[in-house]
C-alpha cells in the first residue's frame, strides 16, 4: 500500500451495510482466481523481509526521549526514488499503522542462491541509512518493538493531548496524532473496529509485581476523563490500553516466500505454523507497556486485543444481536486450521466458517481444506472501505478478496498470487518482534529461511495437533519464556508419520526452546543441526558460511539461555536503572537512557555482549559478487 489514494474511506454504517458485498464479490473473485492460477507451477524461491522502525526525538539535555510523529513527512521523501523510477530503488518504503512508524522492504526480493544470505543485513543496514537521511537532529530511527512510554503523558512530539470523547478512537491516554495521518486507512480501521465493537478495545496486560508495586495496581481513570466505562474493565494489577494504537503501533519483522506451487505454499504454510510461538519467544521484545513493566515480554496478544472487533454478542457477553455467529477469537491471532493434506488429521479444534461461502466455494471445486480457510476468513467484516473500491471486475480485481484477506492478521498468512504479475503463491511468516540490530534481525530472517529449505528438502514434519500450537502462542509471550516455558513440538520430525493417528499423545511431547532448536542427545535431533547437515551438503562461499554461521550462533545462545533476548535486555535495563523504585514504573529518565543504549547498541558504538555475544558483525555485503553467483551452481532447493 502506498501513500495515493482515490476516493474517501466510507462510513461505519454504511460500511456495515455494504460488508455483505464485500464477501459476496470477494468470494467470487477468490474462486475467479483460483480457477486461474491453481495450476501455476514453476516458480523459484523468493523472498523478503519487513522491518518496521519508530522515529524517536531525543533531547539531550532535558533527558527526554519522545516518540517523533514525523513518519508521513519522511515517507514523502523516501517514496521519491521509487516513483522516478521503481526498478532501481535498493528498497521500499511504506507507511505503517503509528504516525511515528515507517516499514521498510529490499527493493527486490532475494532469491535462491546461498550468496542472498549475505545481503540480507547490508540491505537492512542501507535502508537504515536511507531513512536516517532523512532525520532532524536529535532524532532517531530505531528498531524497536514498542516504545516505551506510547501512551505515557508528554511522550511525543509534537505534543498531543487526549481526547476521550471526540475522534477515533477516544484514548484515555493519547491522542489520536499518533496514528498515521497520510493514508485513511488507518483512521478508518481504527473507528470502524471501535464502532463496531461497540465500545473501545480493552487490553489489559499483567504487570510485573515489584516489592513496591502498589497491591492491589488500580489506576484513578476518571483522573484521566473516563466515564466510568474504562474503570469497569480495567484489570486490578494489570496495565490497562483502549486503543488500536498499543498494539498496531508496535513494530514487529515479517518474511514473505514464494513457493514452487500452490501445494508447496500449503505444505510450508503448515509446516511453519508450529514455528511461530517458538520464534515468538525467541524474539521476544516487548515488556513494557504505557511505562509499565509487564510480566509478558512480547507484543502479540496487546496487539490481538487491539484490533478486537467482535461485538458483545459475538464474544458470548450477550444474545446476539443480528450478529451470525459467537467468534471465540479475535481477527488476529495463530493460525487455527492447517491447509495442506498432511495437516487434515491435526486440525482437531473446531473452525468457524461461513456455511454459505464454504458451500460456493466447494461447489466450485476447492477442496475442504482450503474452503474452510477462506470461509473462517470471511467471518468477518469487512472493517474498511474507500469509496472507488466499491464496484470491481470479478474477473480481473481481487480487491474485496483482498480487503478480508488483509485484516485477517494470523500468525502466517497464506498468499495467493495478485492477479496478472509474475508473483506466484506465497506465505507469510508474522509471529517475531522486531530486533534491535540489523544483525539480530538478518539472523531471525536467515533462520527462518534456512529452516523452510531444510523442511523441503528433507520432507521434515512438524505438524503437531493445531490446539497444541494455538497453547503454545500463549506459552511463549509469558515472560522469559525461552527459559522457563515448555512447548508443545513434535518428537520425531524426520519420519513423516503417514500412517501415524495424529492425535496420538506419543507423537508429540514437551520441549524447551533450547532442546527444540540445539537438539537433546537422543530425544531430539535439533534444528539447528539439521539445518548444519543441510548446509555441509550445500555450495556456499566462505563469506556467506561465516555469516551464516554467526547468524546460527546467535539463535543457538538465545535458544540456550547463554544471551539473553531483547525483553530480557530491557527488562533488565528497567531494573539496574538508578532511578527504578521496585515499584514498575519506567519514567521519562528511564527511557531516554534505554533507548540511547539500545540506539549505541544498534550502532554498533556500545558492545552488548550478554544480548549479542562477542560476534556482532557478519561479511554482508551490498551485492552478490559475480564471481560467487557464477561459482554457486548449486541453487537452494526449490
Ligand atoms: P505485506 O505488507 O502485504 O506483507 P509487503 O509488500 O510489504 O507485503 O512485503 C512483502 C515482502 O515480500 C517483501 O519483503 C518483498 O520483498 C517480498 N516479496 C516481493 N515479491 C515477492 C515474491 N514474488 N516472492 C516472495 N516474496 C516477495
Ligand atoms: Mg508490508
Ligand atoms: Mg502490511
Ligand atoms: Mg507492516
Ligand atoms: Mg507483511
Redesign the pocket.
Known amino acids: 500500500m502506498g501513500l495515493l489514494t482515490e476516493g474517501h474511506p466510507i462510513s461505519w454504517e454504511e460500511t456495515k451495510k455494504l460488508s455483505k458485498h464485500v464477501r459476496k464479490h470477494g468470494i467470487i473473485q477468490f474462486i475467479n482466481l483460483y480457477k486461474k492460477l491453481r495450476d501455476r507451477e514453476g516458480d523459484v524461491l523468493?523472498?523478503?523481509?519487513?522491518v518496521e522502525y519508530m522515529l524517536v526525538k531525543l533531547n539531550h539535555e532535558k533527558k527526554t526521549a519522545k516518540l517523533s510523529l514525523r513518519s508521513y513527512e519522511l515517507m514523502l521523501k523516501l517514496n521519491e526514488k521509487e516513483q522516478a523510477d521503481p526498478s532501481a530503488v535498493k528498497c521500499l518504503w511504506?507507511p505503517e499503522f503509528g504516525a511515528y512508524m515507517i516499514?521498510g522492504?529490499?527493493g527486490q526480493?532475494y532469491g535462491g542462491l546461498m550468496a542472498h544470505f549475505n545481503i540480507v543485513e547490508a540491505n537492512m543496514k542501507h535502508r537504515r541509512l536511507e531513512a536516517e537521511e532523512q532525520l532532524k537532529s536529535e532524532e532517531i530511527l530505531m528498531t524497536f518493538t514498542n516504545f516505551l512510554r506510547l501512551g505515557s503523558p508528554d511522550s511525543t512530539e509534537p505534543p498531543a493531548n487526549p481526547t476521550p470523547d471526540t475522534g477515533y478512537q477516544r484514548s484515555l491516554f493519547l491522542s489520536d496524532e499518533v496514528v498515521f495521518p497520510g493514508h485513511p486507512r488507518f483512521k478508518t480501521l481504527a473507528t470502524n473496529i471501535r464502532q463496531r465493537r461497540g465500545e473501545k478495545v480493552i487490553i489489559n496486560v499483567p504487570i510485573y509485581k515489584d516489592e513496591n508495586t502498589p497491591k492491589p495496581f488500580r489506576e484513578d481513570l476518571s483522573a484521566l476523563g473516563d466515564d466510568g466505562s474504562s474503570a469497569k474493565v480495567a484489570k486490578d494489577d494489570h496495565i490497562y490500553m483502549d486503543a488500536m494504537v498499543f498494539g498496531m503501533g508496535c513494530c514487529c519483522l515479517?518474511v514473505?516466500?514464494?513457493a514452487s506451487n500452490i501445494r508447496e505454499a500449503r505444505t510450508l504454510y503448515d509446516q511453519l505454523t508450529p514455528l511461530c510461538p517458538i520464534m515468538l519467544a525467541l524474539t521476544a521484545a516487548s515488556p513494557v507497556y504505557r511505562g509499565y513493566l509487564a510480566d509478558i515480554d512480547s507484543r502479540w496478544f496487546v496487539v490481538s486485543n487491539s484490533v478486537d472487533c467482535r461485538t458483545r454478542g459475538e464474544r458470548g457477553l450477550e444474545p446476539l444481536k443480528g450478529e451470525e455467529f459467537i467468534i471465540k477469537t479475535s481477527r488476529y491471532g495463530s493460525v487455527e486450521s492447517y491447509l495442506s493434506e498432511q495437516g487434515d488429521k491435526y486440525n482437531d479444534t473446531p473452525l468457524l466458517y461461513d456455511k454459505e461461502v464454504y458451500n460456493q466455494l466447494i461447489d466450485n471445486g476447492i477442496d475442504h481444506l482450503l474452503a474452510q480457510h477462506v470461509a473462517h476468513l470471511f467471518i468477518r467484516d469487512c472493517v474498511c472501505l474507500m469509496s472507488t473500491q466499491l464496484d470491481q471486475n470479478d474477473e480481473t480485481d481481487t480487491d474485496h478478496f483482498e480487503n478480508l484477506q488483509?485484516t485477517n492478521w494470523r500468525s502466517m498468512r497464506f498468499k495467493p498470487p495478485p492477479p496478472n504479475s509474475s508473483?506466484?503463491w506465497?506465505v507469510?511468516f508474522r509471529p517475531c518482534d522486531v530486533q534491535m540490530t540489523d544483525f539480530e534481525n538478518a539472523a531471525v530472517v536467515c533462520f527462518i529461511v534456512l529452516l523452510s529449505r531444510v523442511i523441503l528438502s528433507y520432507n521434515l514434519n512438524l505438524l503437531i495437533p493445531i490446539s497444541k500450537v494455538i497453547e503454545n502462542m500463549t506459552r511463549g509471550e509469558k515472560r522469559d519464556a525461552v527459559n522457563k516455558e515448555k512447548f508443545w513440538f513434535r518428537k520425531d520430525i524426520t519420519s513423516t508419520g503417514e500412517k501415524d493417528n495424529a492425535l496420538e499423545t506419543d507423537q508429540y511431547g514437551e520441549f524447551t526452546v533450547n532442546e527444540i532448536i540445539n537438539g537433546k542427545d537422543g530425544v531430539f535431533v535439533g534444528l539447528i543441526p539439521l539445518i548444519n547437515s543441510y548446509l555441509n551438503n550445500m555450495n556456499v562461499d566462505a563469506d556467506t558460511h561465516c555469516t551464516i554461521q554467526r547468524y546460527l550462533k546467535l539463535i543457538r545462545k538465545r535458544s540456550s539461555g547463554e544471551l539473553m533476548t531483547t525483553a530480557a535486555w530491557i527488562r533488565k535495563e528497567v531494573i539496574n536503572h538508578p532511578e527504578y523504585k521496585k515499584d514498575s514504573v519506567v519514567n521519562e529518565a528511564m527511557t531516554y537512557d534505554i533507548i540511547k543504549n539500545a540506539y549505541e547498541i544498534q550502532k554498533g558504538v556500545r558492545s552488548c555482549p550478554e544480548l549479542l555475544g562477542f560476534c556482532t558483525t557478519s561479511k554482508t555485503t551490498e551485492t552478490i559478487p559475480a564471481a560467487i553467483a557464477i561459482a554457486e551452481k548449486c541453487h537452494l532447493v526449490n
Not at 523468493?46 to 519487513?50: I, L
Open positions: 523468493k523472498w523478503g523481509d519487513e511504506r516499514e522492504t529490499p526480493p515479517q514473505t516466500f514464494q488483509s508473483i506466484g506465497r507469510e
